[in-house]
């Protein structure tokens, strides 16, 4: 008999395999298996498990929602969340029968009985927990394994216990164990073997010491069933380990299960719970629908539902009394699709309801069922997530079964199956080759030529046994039932667990820093990595060869396939001639050429906004992919107050101030202050109703704050405005302008040509090709005409980051790490070709609250109104150069202005982010 299933299985195997005869497998047994064996029941009652105590747990604290039966074990205060501690009960109501044993076996005037006593509401709330899940089991003809004493049996047979220190239950049964003549023990030795505990300074040095002496134990021979691998530490350790050794082809197969949930089968139906959770908010609707690893049997149709919601802002509850987002925004939206896309969402929003409401397990399977046939292709699934659905679908027949065969009700039926299922683990199907990879402790008693134990640290390999963890500190140890510390015998079991055993842990694990155990402290078995060790770990790494390689030539003395497959791949594209290289040299494809002019000409000029000429300028690349091929990245995930969706609401509330101030006097006066306030509380009533912001893509839910936010920047920009503009004329609100990108100046003052670094990658463009029907155009947010001499005042509205001085001077001054500001340059040839000329060009901050004079006079100004030639003829001279660049083909990269951090086009460029 072994300690665990897992030993059991692998002598099993190793004595199949080395033995010269058949053997009978039932003579290796694990501990479990053996309990089951001996101490057999004769009732005719049906044995407890834990989806049946999780039955009676999830009822009982249903009932605790509103009657309030227990008073200590959960607080009255807490008892409407009763339901969600159905676990806790789960997990200790298997030693109720061991501890009120021991109280009733105390003398009453002990002080283990007086503990008991002190604490009187939490024992009778356990004593009530036992009282009821005694009536349970003799209501539904069932018993406890747990609550029997060991049969006074015989079993047939001789067995040989190993190593019982190691087991968690052993102590309770050492003494039925010495009456069985049958039985005998082998203990864990009392020495650990001459192992050397070694010690590295970080995870992934020991991880990768580990894998090279792996790696050289396959290279001479080693067959991979004779190399085992033990990890003691978490889930990342066990992730970094698994992505190092897929690079580095060391062949690993876990042999440990994960909880049900975190495999595709599982959380397909924590995701139609948090789906009806949240109340179809759009976030989680697009977590299932664009789940790639899910068959969602129409992905198109899916992509536009969610699409559809990041629009128009659901995203989930509204307040009581107000109709759903979805169903307000399918209501408002009449553009063709939108019905279809309707029933697609109430379809899901059915399905999902007819789950998480089914009065019983048959109709949750058959919910279920119906969810899965409407919206999942299950038979184009991998074979994990046909597997792992499965074992979900599997678990709601067992409740089935047990629902239909002894009768009992369940109140929630969806919540007592996602209880159990993210309890339930679920091991992958073991392929026949690689190395085993098991978690802590049950690989104990194995004994492979070579066990590589890994993150053997004091924490981490700690082993305490605690089975009343509900209890305090002192009322187990008075009562006799405290903690058990057997971290030594398991760590001496370890120690001798193979031919070559190799125990490391780090002194900096992934989740902190570690200790050494105890007990190879005090044999002085620790011993730190010596240098040899790392520098042979630094001269094995991937990267560094691959770098040393490329910079000096020195040669790969061995090459993986991952490595190959990139050199490959590199060689093809960022190392080779490739075809169409965009950000290099022209495009030679005239038919592309011609289509992307073509998305760029209006009525047969081409048309540049300060936009486009402040994109190209950043990085020409992004400006192709942007404005010459109309490509966007689509987002789906919604935002509570996106930028551009934010800035549009707030231009179109300050567009209709403007005109309710022109249509109460041509011109902006102090006196009708009140009136214009007036006018902006109806204008944001309007704006912010429940029935407008269709498409703004920002939530009927936020829309009150979104309102008071307006209300207070709109008013002191009210005040400031009637401040400074007193009595000037409103001329133009939110107006489009067009003009020749030409100097309407006739001045030669350029100074300094932002786009000169676009050269370095060919030679010169001439500016005459294409340049000529180049046109400027721009939407300005207030012109306004001075009074005192007629001169024109722009005023441009900025909700984000206003540009800084600089950025404008940048234009006829060299500031190379600078992309100047085009915008009011461009203004200023669009209204020198219409109007008078212009006086001042403001922006307005709405998040500052202050304006800022870009070109004006006096000393706030960023620049005097003398210096509008230069301006413009640097901005028309950048614009000749873009249109030359444009009509070539040309989209080639400069240095100094790109800023990738904030590029949504990184995936399909080269220039800066590399895959190593």
Same mark, same amino acid.
């Given at each position: ?10 002598? @099993?195997?190793?004595? *199949?395999?080395? &033995?010269? $005869? !058949?053997? /009978? =497998?039932? %003579?290796?047994?694990?501990? +479990? ?71 009733? @076996?105390?003398?009453? *005037?002990?002080? &283990?009985? $007086? !503990?008991? /006593? =002190?604490? %009187?509401?939490?024992?009778? +709330? ?71 505990? @070694? ?718």
């Amino acid at each position: 008999m072994f300690p665990s299933e897992v030993a059991a299985g692998w002598w @099993r195997r190793a004595a *199949a395999e080395r &033995a010269e $005869g !058949a053997i /009978r =497998s039932d %003579r290796f047994v694990s501990w +479990d298996r053996f309990k089951e064996r001996t101490f057999e029941t004769r009732r005719e009652a049906r044995p407890v498990n834990n989806t049946l105590r999780m039955l009676f747990a999830h009822d009982l604290l249903e009932r605790n929602q509103t009657d309030a039966m227990l008073s200590r074990f959960i607080s009255p205060e807490h008892r409407e969340s009763s339901p969600a501690f159905a676990s806790t009960v789960v997990e200790l109501l298997p030693t109720l029968e061991l501890l009120f044993g021991q109280v009733q @076996r105390l003398p009453t *005037a002990s002080d &283990a009985a $007086g !503990a008991a /006593r =002190s604490s %009187r509401a939490l024992f009778a +709330d356990l004593r009530l927990l036992r009282d009821e899940y005694e009536a349970f089991l003799r209501r539904y003809a069932l018993f406890e394994p747990a609550f029997l004493e060991p049969a006074e049996c015989i079993p047939p047979g001789r067995f040989c216990l190993l190593y019982p220190e190691a087991l968690e239950d052993y102590a309770e049964l050492t003494a039925p164990l010495k009456r069985m003549s049958g039985v005998s023990v082998r203990s864990v030795p009392d020495h650990s073997a001459s192992v050397t505990l @070694r010690q590295f300074e970080n995870s992934v040095q020991e991880i990768q010491s580990v894998l090279s002496e792996i790696e050289r134990l396959l290279d001479n021979g080693t067959p991979q069933s004779e190399i085992a691998l033990t990890v003691c530490e978490d889930d990342r350790y066990l992730t970094e380990l698994f992505s190092r050794a897929a690079a580095r082809e060391v062949p690993l197969q876990a042999r440990y299960g994960r909880p049900l949930t975190e495999h595709p089968g599982g959380r397909l139906m924590l995701q139609i719970e948090e789906l009806g959770a949240a109340s179809f908010s759009v976030t989680e609707l697009g977590n299932l629908l664009l789940d790639q690893g899910l068959p969602v049997r129409d992905r198109e149709q899916a992509a536009r539902v969610v699409a559809f919601g990041v629009k128009h802002g659901c995203i989930g509850a509204d307040p009581p009394g107000m109709r759903g987002g979805w169903d307000r925004a399918f209501a408002a939206t009449r553009h063709a699709g939108a019905a279809e896309l309707g029933r697609y969402f109430r379809s899901m929003r059915g399905a999902v309801a007819g789950i998480r409401g089914a009065a019983n397990f048959a109709e949750l399977r058959s919910a279920v069922n119906k969810f899965l046939a409407a919206f999942l292709d299950t038979d184009s699934w991998d074979e994990q997530g046909k597997r792992t659905l499965q074992w979900a679908q599997d678990l709601i027949g067992e409740l089935r079964r047990i629902e239909h065969e002894l009768g009992i009700a369940v109140g929630s039926p969806w919540r007592v199956y996602l209880r159990l299922l993210r309890t339930r683990r679920y091991v992958p199907l073991r392929r026949s080759e690689g190395i085993a990879v098991y978690q802590y402790r049950v690989s104990a008693a194995l004994a492979p030529q070579n066990h590589f134990v890994l993150g053997v640290s004091q924490q981490a390999a700690r082993v305490a046994i605690d089975r009343f963890g509900y209890l305090r500190a002192d009322e187990k140890e008075r009562l006799g039932l405290a903690e058990r510390d057997i971290t030594e015998q398991v760590l001496r079991l370890f120690s001798h667990s193979g031919r070559q055993v190799f125990l490391s842990f780090a002194r900096n694990a992934f989740s902190g820093r570690r200790l050494a155990p105890p007990l190879f402290l005090r044999g002085d078995s620790v011993a730190p990595a010596d240098h040899q060790t790392l520098q042979r770990l630094q001269s094995e790494d991937l990267y560094r060869a691959e770098r040393e390689a490329l910079r000096v030539g020195a040669p790969i003395t061995r090459m993986y396939r991952l490595q190959y497959r990139g050199l490959r791949a590199a060689l093809r594209s960022a190392l080779g001639t490739g075809q169409r290289e965009l950000d290099r040299a022209a495009i030679a494809d005239e038919d592309l050429r011609a289509r992307v002019q073509q998305r760029l000409r209006v009525d047969g000029a081409l048309r540049l906004s300060s936009s486009h000429l402040h994109t190209y300028a950043r990085c020409p690349l992004a400006f192709l992919i942007r404005y010459g091929l109309g490509l966007d990245q689509p987002e789906y995930r919604p935002v509570a107050e996106h930028p551009l969706q934010l800035g549009a609401l707030y231009h179109k509330a300050l567009e209709r101030l403007g005109a309710a101030i022109r249509a109460a006097d041509a011109h902006i006066r102090a006196s009708q202050l009140s009136l214009y306030r007036r006018k902006l509380d109806q204008i944001l009533d309007d704006i912010t109703a429940q029935d407008l912001p269709r498409d703004t893509g920002i939530p009927a839910v936020l829309m009150p704050a979104v309102r008071l936010r307006m209300r207070r920047r709109f008013s002191v920009f009210l005040e400031r405005l009637v401040s400074r503009f007193e009595n000037y004329a409103i001329v133009e609100i939110e107006s489009w302008r067009t003009a020749p990108a030409r100097d309407p100046f006739g001045a030669n003052a350029t100074g300094g040509d932002p786009v000169g670094a676009g050269d370095q990658a060919g030679a010169p463009v001439a500016a005459g090709d294409g340049a000529g029907t180049a046109r400027f155009s721009g939407k300005i947010d207030l012109v306004l005409q001075r009074p005192a001499d007629g001169a024109t005042a722009i005023l441009d509205y900025k909700l984000g980051a206003a540009p800084k001085k600089a950025e404008l001077l940048a234009l006829f001054e060299d500031r190379s790490a600078l992309v100047p500001a085009y915008q009011m340059p461009v203004y200023a040839v669009l209204i020198a070709h219409t109007t008078p000329p212009i006086g001042e060009a403001l922006y307005y901050s709405i998040r500052e609250n202050r304006f800022l004079t870009a070109i004006g006079e006096g000393s706030g100004a960023w620049t005097s109104r003398a210096r509008i030639p230069a301006l413009a003829a640097a901005v028309c001279s950048h614009a000749a150069r873009v249109a030359a660049h444009i009509a070539a083909g040309r989209y080639c990269r400069t240095d100094g202005y790109a800023v990738c951090s904030a590029c949504d086009f990184r995936a399909v460029c080269r220039r800066k982010f590399f895959i190593q």
